[in-house]
């Protein structure tokens, strides 16, 4: 802003959707499109600086000189200087969303959507940047282009096929276009400049062996030559070495004398040292005196001598020293002599060089005179002058050296004497000497003449010798090597064949590394191969068979991944192959957390790790980046922090010699050591493009291969320790041999390449050549053993393979259970650890059991331990699917499972065509949904003659069909013995829906044993003590349960104290205080309610990471509940036990439950004790049917309620308070009033179901409960209140009531089991069909797409929209009511868009599977729903239905049909009600007709619903005179008796049953009901509730009750329907 309305300098403001960390950002982002000023934006104190830079333009351009008119003048020049770019993905609804929140982001700005790129676009971008790539032939440019535009297009059909048959996303962008087009560039030149190396080498190496070889024969002539001219030098040394012996016992002789004589010279030399010695140390005593005085000498100057001069008269010591220095001088003593020569200019000159060795023995006395007396000193001297001073101690100096010198002198004579002496014993010496020097210099010459000769014969040979050791060195080079050279010629070869081919190799390996690493095995393996197939139509080389992993990766990497703990599976190779080599950084789906092990190992202890909720993750980031650090990212869900973005797009800048990366506003230095890996744990993450392009998503989701290689070594460790110990250890010898044999062959062929000039002249080159050779060699041969040994090993390991493809098999089953639930989450580590346990647990008696029998017994207990294991935590209605689909996992690797007759188990019939259907033999009972899938069966191989059967044997079926028990019993003919189990299974869940949940568990039973279908009874004790003090416990709740007293009941048991906090607002610092106390005391810490708290559960996810990572109390436990919630964190539920919780099933139970609650204090509790007694048995039987009447479904309730303990508690009491307080009379009014309408009325929201509870409490809460003996509770015997007894009493009377609830308990017909049965199985069989893969067989590429195939289909049977205008024209020529024709309108209106959108999607997904168009989420829904052959979500949203498809279409059709007849012809004599999409607004148009024609309001009017005797609309010939007559009505929960005209019993089977045709007759006032009658409510479809935007209800009809009240059919939950869901 400051930029461009201050300094009015354009500017553009780039802001992307992955920056909006807020919501808030884009309020801001409006402000600015919309009207340019953002609040706040600048404060008050910077307002005054910005209004003044604009108060000059601001004038120029006329704006006044006031505030408001300057900011104005601001505001409008930035709108004029900024342009906004916004970049948003459209992938989601948060685009949608926000256009809605933020208008400004659609009516202020230009939207420039941009589209995949079509080949053209992609061909041109690869051609410019394949611009500067040299080629061989520059034809291959055009071609990469073309193939690459091919790959690119092939990846977004891939994508979109993956979507549909795994519902796994994955977004190609330009952005992975480009990586794939730079990174064949690069790995075009590295590949290029590898392979050209390597044959360099290669080629060096063989010129080298080549050049040895030939130098072979020239040297062994060589050789011979030399050796006869080493044999001639040796004579001639032998000679010269005769003379030199000779001439060197002369010179030894003469050298022997002068010794002698230098000796005894030496000592005499020694003698004259002493003698010198001696005199010098005399002398010694007196030169220091003497030098003093010199000194003192030398500091007079002429001035001083001057100064004694001037003298006329001297003092008397100066005179005294005068005299002494005249005598010294031989000269008179008096004054003027001694001044005469102080006058003379040398007089210092003399008293320095004084001759002081020849001082007299006279002068010397007479001196001593001067010496002697006291007076003579020189600091006496000195009092009168400083210069006689000096000359004073020179006196004194002389004197005492003369003394010295007189002692002396002898002895300087002997020295003398002894001096001259010598002098003469050297020169002779000396002579003696020059003689010896002659004949040593002689001998000398001799020497290096036989040195000279001896070096000569030396070195001829030493080359005679190095020749023989060129020779040997080019043997053993030439022999050693041989077999290098031949391999080295083939490599060459093969090397310069592979660059040729790598202009094909480096193609498909590029985009294998840009591409493969979101999809699975197979879709890799069909990308690679239409990638090959494309390459070899553009006749590019390439290798035939081209391996990615090989091509890109060392063998000896991969077997080092293996060791750190990659799979070794080809899926998980080429993952860690994508994940090192990629230019991206790679984000691994890792929901088994294989890849962060491998990462963990691969790294080491330099590896960081973290995770975005770490405080202070960004700094961890930063500083790896600059130190060069690796970084382990990791449990990211699907949104990464923004202010990851720089790091993650590798967005480096180059600042001069500097790589620098900006994070924030902090410039790093960024190390080429940096490297980056993301994980998640999310097994189906949905990555925005923006995510998608910028990392590389490898999908590291474990694989069967990998997953049985890692059990089979888990089995065999336990099972042959040492033979696993041998496996582990070879395998690293292997990888450690291989290893070192590329190392030696390098090692060979670098020494090759580096030596100069030729190969044999370095010797320790041949023999490290040798000796890598010789190394080479043992280590070959040990490989072989190895591998050989390897081989005897996996064989005698195979052995137990089969237990690792069970346990692998059910840890898949197991892992696919959190798409059922996403509380159900299961780690692989605490799979092997169950399976460690089965291993262990499951040997019993002799262990000597041949491996076979030792497998099966594995298997069987590891499979049952499995099942047990997994029962824990699931819920009821999934325990029977978990079996059923384990079982058909074990049969499926069996080769028991036919795919066919499991897809119609599945799936069903499908689409069906009942123009060309045979007719239904038993169309008087075998409903004509079941006659579909009976005709369709007949068309699988397994159950040909099927509809033949019911033709010839219809009876025998329909007893079949009839019977109670239909999967016991034996089926007509001989179906029963030539079905397989699957197949009974098939025409059970084609003819007795009802039953396949029994026959599934009796299936399971069959097949794997009875023990699969019985879930272990919850026990919490066994629970916690399969626990420890790192699991946590985790309580899985549903409605109307708490664990909370069986917790607390456990720890009271375990005298364990329980810290209990139910999460919510503001509990989360009690709930830390609370696990932090317990970690350090070993306390139990139960946190209930964790959904309430969602925002706090990363915060517990890093305390356990921390329990788990540290050292708790042992007796600590964290214990948590939680309602199923897909936001509640996988790694808790992964690391926890988990257990379900639900409330007791059946009467018998229910009513012990709430007896149990009830203590013999309360039992006592109330004064009036037989009426008391009998109510509350009435109360605790009422709270129990309304619970246990849910299982019915639609026939139960309309809505499902939650009642609990607390309902029933209170009106407990308030049953205790009204019977003391009225004791004379039970006011039994004000009972059922505020037990059914106030307490558990206050639950219930639907009228119908309010009717319902009404007719239970009326039943129950009257006189006769009181005073009948035996007070009937149902219609069967085993129900009653019986004679009155203790708390113990009753207890004993609710036990001896059956513990299978039959229907007539409940008030509903024995059909309701039925109906309640079919939804159950309705729902397992939706959730099986839902755990399937989805792939699409493979076909030839002629064959038509089976999903585009079945579009075709839904095409033609899809009618034409209604043309509205030529249906107006036609309606406004009749005359129809207009309230009729309104409706018509509208209805027509819907039903165009409906089929509008049918026909749009249908042909849209047709361009899709043939690759011409790109799908949507919406898209993505539909192909899904036809998948499993169900209604799409967008085509049901016109009007409500539970059809299948094939019925849905058919009905579709029905619907039009009736419009168009209505249409075409006139207003129909009987309608259709079902064709209505809004019943309710027809119905009222019809009473609009009635008023306008008799002249009333509408308000008025009401319907009486008489009901015809016929069902038949071709009975009805005319109008009625007022109202409609409706058909197509259907009753549940009972039938019509069309003679008598009243609602009976449903017969046997019968769930829906047709209603006669209905009169609605419109008459005047509220209509009553008459006694016999029930009010019957109408619904759109079999949903009663409806949702909230489309009620179900419609309209309330009066039906004549029968034989039996208006209660009965109330409590039979009867009730009419407009649809069925078949």
């Not at 072979?216 to 012996?245: G, N, P, Y």
């Not at 819907?1390 to 509008?1396: F, V, W």
């Amino acid at each position: 802003y400051t930029s461009a309305g201050c300094e009015n300098k354009k500017m553009v403001f780039l802001f992307n959707d992955t920056q909006i960390k807020d919501e808030g950002f884009l309020e801001d982002i409006n402000n600015i499109l919309s009207s340019g000023v953002v609040p706040n934006l600048f404060g008050k104190d910077e307002v005054p600086a910005i209004l003044d830079s604009v108060r000059k333009p601001a004038l120029q351009a006329g704006f006044d000189e006031t505030a408001d008119a300057l900011w104005k003048f601001f505001i409008d020049r930035v709108r004029a200087n900024l342009h906004v770019v916004l970049a948003v993905s459209p992938i989601g609804d948060s685009l949608r969303n926000r256009c809605r929140m933020y208008p400004g982001l659609v009516n202020c700005t230009t939207i420039d959507w941009f589209h995949t790129w079509p080949a053209e676009a992609l061909q041109e971008v690869a051609m410019k940047f394949l611009a500067q790539v040299e080629f061989s032939d520059d034809s291959y440019r055009l071609k990469i282009s073309a193939v690459f535009a091919e790959m690119h297009l092939s990846v977004i059909a891939s994508s979109s096929r993956m979507l549909l048959e795994l519902r796994r996303f994955n977004y190609v962008t330009p952005t992975n276009y480009l990586e794939l087009v730079k990174g064949y560039r690069a790995l075009l030149a590295e590949k290029s400049t590898e392979l050209g190396s390597s044959a360099s080498k290669l080629a060096n190496g063989l010129a080298k062996l080549e050049d040895a070889k030939q130098q072979v024969e020239t040297l062994s002539k060589e050789l011979e030559v030399k050796k006869v001219v080493v044999a001639q030098s040796q004579k001639d040394c032998e000679d010269l070495l005769v003379q030199i012996v000779s001439e060197r016992r002369i010179a030894d002789e003469q050298k022997k004398q002068v010794e002698a004589d230098s000796e005894r010279i030496g000592l005499e030399a020694a003698e004259c040292k002493a003698i010198s010695d001696d005199a010098e140390a005399d002398l010694a005593i007196a030169m220091p005196a003497l030098e003093k005085a010199m000194e003192e000498v030398d500091k007079l100057d002429k001035s001083s001598v001057s100064e004694v001069k001037a003298y006329t008269k001297p003092p008397a010591l100066v005179e005294t020293v005068l005299q002494a220095i005249m005598i010294l001088f031989g000269k008179p003593t008096d004054w003027t002599t001694a001044k005469k020569v102080l006058s003379e200019s040398n007089f210092l000159q003399q008293i320095k060089s004084f001759d002081k060795d020849h001082v007299s023995s006279s002068t010397s006395n007479k001196i001593k005179k001067y010496i002697e007396m006291p007076t003579f000193k020189p600091e006496e001297v000195k009092k009168v002058s400083g210069a006689a001073s000096a000359l004073c101690v020179w006196v004194h100096a002389i004197y005492i050296y003369a003394n010295v010198a007189k002692e002396v002198a002898p002895k300087r004579q002997r020295l003398k004497e002894a001096t001259d002496s010598l002098a003469i014993k050297q020169a002779s010496l000396k002579e003696a000497q020059d003689a010896l020097a002659v004949v040593v210099a002689k001998l000398a010459a001799l020497q290096v003449s036989y040195d000279t000769s001896v070096g000569e014969k030396n070195r001829l040979r030493e080359e005679a010798e190095y020749l023989e050791a060129k020779l040997d060195r080019a043997d053993k080079l030439v022999k050693g090597l041989a077999g290098e050279y031949t391999r080295w010629q083939s490599s060459i070869g093969e090397y310069n064949s592979a660059l040729i081919k790598v202009t094909g190799d480096a193609l498909i390996a590029a985009a294998f590394l840009s591409y493969a690493g979101p999809f699975e095995t197979s879709y890799r393996t069909q990308l690679m191969k239409n990638w090959a197939k494309s390459v070899a139509t553009q006749r590019l080389p390439v290798t035939e068979g081209f391996n990615f992993t090989k091509f890109l990766a060392k063998s000896t990497d991969v077997r080092d991944w293996n060791i750190q703990g990659l799979p070794k599976d080809d899926f998980s190779t080429e993952n860690g192959v994508i994940s090192t080599r990629g230019r991206r950084w790679p984000l691994m789906i890792d929901p088994q957390g294989q890849a962060n092990r491998w990462i963990r190992n691969k790294e080491g202890a330099k590896l960081r790790i973290i995770d975005l909720k770490m405080a202070g993750f960004l700094r961890e980031v930063e500083n790896a980046v600059q130190y060069g650090f690796p970084v382990l990212l990791q449990d990211i869900l699907e949104e990464i922090d923004p202010a990851l973005e720089p790091v993650l797009s590798k967005s480096v800048l180059k600042i001069g010699n500097r790589e620098v990366l900006r994070i924030g506003d902090k410039e790093l230095d960024y190390s080429p050591d940096f490297r980056l890996y993301i994980t998640t744990k999310l097994a189906n993450p949905h990555y925005t493009p923006e995510i998608s392009t910028k990392a590389t998503v490898v999908n590291f989701a474990v694989k069967k291969d990998g997953l049985e290689a890692q059990l089979l070594g888990i089995v065999v460790q336990k099972e042959e320790p040492n033979l696993e110990k041998q496996k582990s250890e070879l395998v690293i010898r292997v990888a450690a041999g291989k290893r070192q044999l590329v190392e030696l062959e390098d090692q060979i062929l670098k020494l090759l390449s580096e030596s100069t000039g030729s190969l044999l002249d370095d010797a320790e080159l041949v023999d490290t050549l040798q000796q890598s050779k010789i190394t080479s060699e043992a280590v070959t041969q040990q490989l072989v053993e190895a591998e050989l040994t390897e081989k005897k090993i996996d064989l005698a390991r195979s052995g137990y393979r089969s237990a690792a493809v069970r346990s692998s098999l059910a840890y898949f089953v197991l892992d696919d259970m959190s798409r059922v639930d996403s509380m159900y989450q299961f780690s692989l580590d605490a799979y092997v650890d169950l399976f460690n346990m089965s291993i262990d647990n499951s040997r019993v008696g002799s262990l000597d059991v041949p491996v076979s029998k030792r497998c099966e017994d594995i298997n069987a207990y590891h499979t049952l331990a499995v099942y047990k294991y997994t029962c824990r935590g699931l819920f009821e209605a999934h325990k029977l699917l978990f079996s059923l689909q384990l079982c058909l996992k074990i049969m499926e690797t069996q080769g028991l499972v036919n795919q066919d007759e499991f897809n119609f188990f599945a799936l069903g019939a499908g689409l069906v065509d009942r123009l060309v259907q045979r007719k239904n033999p038993g169309d008087d009972w075998l409903p004509a949904i079941a006659w579909d899938n009976v005709t369709e069966m007949d068309k699988l191989a397994g159950f040909q003659g099927l509809m033949s059967s019911f033709e010839q044997m219809p009876r025998d079926w329909k007893a079949w069909y009839m019977s109670g028990k239909p999967e016991t019993e034996q089926m007509p003919g001989d179906w029963s013995i030539k079905c397989s189990e699957l197949q009974k299974l098939c025409i059970l869940k084609a003819l007795r829906l009802d039953r396949v949940l029994f026959a599934a568990a009796r299936f399971v039973s069959a097949n794997i044993g009875p023990e699969f279908v019985d879930p272990p009874s919850f026990d919490l004790k066994a629970v916690y003590e399969t626990s420890n003090c790192k699991t946590p416990l985790i309580f899985v709740l549903s409605p109307g349960v708490d664990p909370t007293a069986g917790i607390l009941q456990l720890a009271a048991q375990m005298n364990q104290r329980l810290e209990n906090c139910a999460l919510g607002q503001g509990q989360a610092p009690t709930a830390v205080r609370m696990i932090e106390e317990g970690v350090q005391k070993g306390l139990w810490v139960f946190l209930a309610n964790c959904h309430l708290m969602l925002s706090w559960m990363p915060t517990l996810e890093k305390m356990i990471e921390a329990l788990v990572e540290g050292t708790p109390h042992p007796k600590f436990r964290l214990w948590l509940s939680s309602s199923p919630d897909p936001n509640f964190p996988i790694s808790i539920l992964q690391r926890g036990i988990k257990m379900t919780t639900e409330p007791p099933k059946g009467l018998r139970s229910n009513l012990l439950t709430l007896y149990n609650t009830i203590s013999d204090e309360q039992f006592n509790r109330c004064h009036h004790q037989s009426a008391y007694k009998r109510l509350l048995f009435a109360l605790v039987w009422f709270h129990a049917i309304l619970l246990e009447r849910r299982k019915f479904k639609s026939l139960g309730f309309n809505i499902p309620y939650d009642f609990n303990e607390s309902d029933f508690a209170i009106c407990h009491d308030l049953i205790i308070v009204f019977l003391d307080e009225y004791p004379d009379r039970v006011p039994f009014d004000a009972m059922k009033y505020l037990i059914a309408e106030a307490n558990y009325g206050g639950r219930v929201t639907d009228d119908w179901d309010r009717r319902l509870v009404n007719v239970y409490i009326g039943e129950l809460f009257c006189d006769e409960c009181i005073l009948s003996e035996k007070f009937m509770l149902a219609e069967l015997p085993d129900y009653y209140i019986g004679e009155e007894g203790d708390l113990k009493h009753y207890k004993e009377l609710i036990r001896a009531m059956p513990q299978t609830d039959h229907p007539l308990a409940f008030g509903q017909h024995s059909n309701s089991d039925m109906a309640a049965s079919i939804d159950d199985a309705g729902n397992m069989i939706d959730v099986l069909v839902s755990l399937q893969p989805r792939i699409i067989k493979a076909v030839d590429e002629e064959a038509v797409d089976p999903l585009a195939a079945q579009c075709n289909d839904l095409l033609q049977q899809t009618p034409d929209v209604f043309n509205m205008r030529q249906v107006k024209d036609k309606l406004d020529s009749r005359s129809d009511p207009d309230p009729l024709k309104t409706v018509l309108y509208q209805e027509l209106d819907r039903y165009n868009k409906l089929l509008s959108a049918i026909q749009r999607s249908l042909s849209t997904i047709v361009k899709v599977t043939a690759g011409l168009a790109s799908t949507t989420a919406e898209l993505e829904d539909v192909m899904l729903s036809l998948g499993q052959l169900k209604v799409p979500k967008l085509w049901g949203s016109t009007y409500p239905s539970l059809k299948p498809l094939g019925s849905w279409m058919r009905d579709l059709a029905q619907r039009i049909d009736f419009f168009s007849g209505w249409v075409d012809d006139s207003l129909p004599m009987c309608w259709w009600l079902p064709a209505m999409t809004y019943p309710t607004g027809f119905l009222t148009a019809v009473l609009q007709v009635s008023a306008r024609m008799n002249g009333l309001s509408i308000d008025s009017l009401s319907y009486e619903t008489p009901v015809q005797i016929s069902g038949d609309k071709l009975s009805i010939s005319s109008y009625p005179k007022d109202g409609v007559y409706v058909s197509g009505i259907f009753l549940e929960g009972a039938t019509w008796n069309f003679t008598g005209s009243y609602l009976e019993e449903s017969r046997p089977m019968e769930l829906i049953s047709a209603m006669p045709i209905i009169h609605f007759k419109p008459v005047e006032g509220k209509r009553r009901q008459g006694k016999g009658f029930y009010t019957c409510p109408l619904y759109m479809y079999p949903v009663r509730s409806g949702s909230r935007e489309r009620p179900s209800y419609v309209v309330s009809v009066d039906l004549r009750s029968g034989k039996f009240s208006s209660d009965f059919w109330t409590k039979r939950g009867v009730a009419m329907l407009l649809s069925t869901s078949f």
